[in-house]
């Protein structure tokens, strides 16, 4: 089992839908949780940090919940520009450093 | 501004030879990291330093080779015993400490002549 999973995708939507990205991770001692959003031939960009009480910044919640070791992203009203991939970030801290553990992306499209 | 600089943007590499990626932050911070990227596919780690003078081998360490100096810089070498080299490479780095946010260079792209 993959330490950090993403839906598979792509995920076409039109313009204006909401739109939700799920992620589970297997390591119970994960201590942070991120969303980042990569686009085509560019580096990642930190889109949210998540937090277990959920977070919201505009148009995009982000949810935890660390019984069922999920997280969750929502997009709404969703514009061209969000097209990108969206990648789950766990990060655990261990005796050797900070361990940051990627999920291989979800990638968006929203067509016009 | 403060942040992570990559270089070059774009790598050709023959066969048999060794080239060497750069990357060097000004944000202080004392954790940095080399990322591969295949088409397609997640990040995947190569290599990770916490402080100067020691790093860490990642999940795909076989074929590189790092130093760290100081604090700034971390170059990565891909050696001709990696034998398919072709990639998007991502440089990172993040201060100690939870929560860890980590930042990312532009990326070099490397290919195979």
């Known amino acids: 089992r993959k330490e950090v999973e993403q839906d598979p995708g792509p995920f076409n939507v039109p313009e204006g839908a909401t739109v939700a990205f799920n992620c589970t991770y297997s390591?119970?001692?994960?201590?942070?949780f991120f969303w980042y959003r990569q686009d085509c031939r560019k580096e990642p960009k930190l889109l949210m940090s998540v937090y277990s009480s959920g977070n919201e910044d505009g148009r995009f919640t982000a949810q935890l919940n660390r019984a069922s070791q999920y997280i969750s992203l929502l997009i709404r009203d969703s514009k061209l520009s969000d097209s990108a991939t969206y990648l789950c970030?766990?990060?655990?801290?261990?005796?050797?450093?900070?361990?940051?553990?990627f999920g291989p992306g979800t990638r968006l499209s929203v067509l016009p | 501004d403060g942040g992570i600089t990559q270089s070059p943007k774009y790598l050709f590499r023959k066969e048999g030879q060794n080239v060497t990626l750069s990357c060097e932050q000004n944000?202080?911070?004392?954790?940095m990291y080399w990322y591969r990227q295949d088409p397609g596919q997640g990040l995947r780690l190569i290599y990770y330093s916490q402080i100067v003078n020691d790093f860490q081998k990642g999940d795909i360490a076989e074929g590189y080779s790092v130093s760290r100096e100081k604090k700034e810089s971390f170059p990565l070498t891909v050696t001709s015993a990696q034998k398919n080299p072709t990639a998007f490479y991502l440089c990172a780095s993040s201060m100690g400490g939870l929560p860890g946010k980590l930042f990312f260079g532009s990326g070099t792209q490397l290919s195979v002549l």
């Open positions: 944000l202080n911070h004392d954790a």
């Open positions: 390591n119970s001692a994960s201590q942070s």
């Open positions: 970030v766990v990060n655990m801290e261990g005796p050797d450093g900070q361990n940051f553990v």
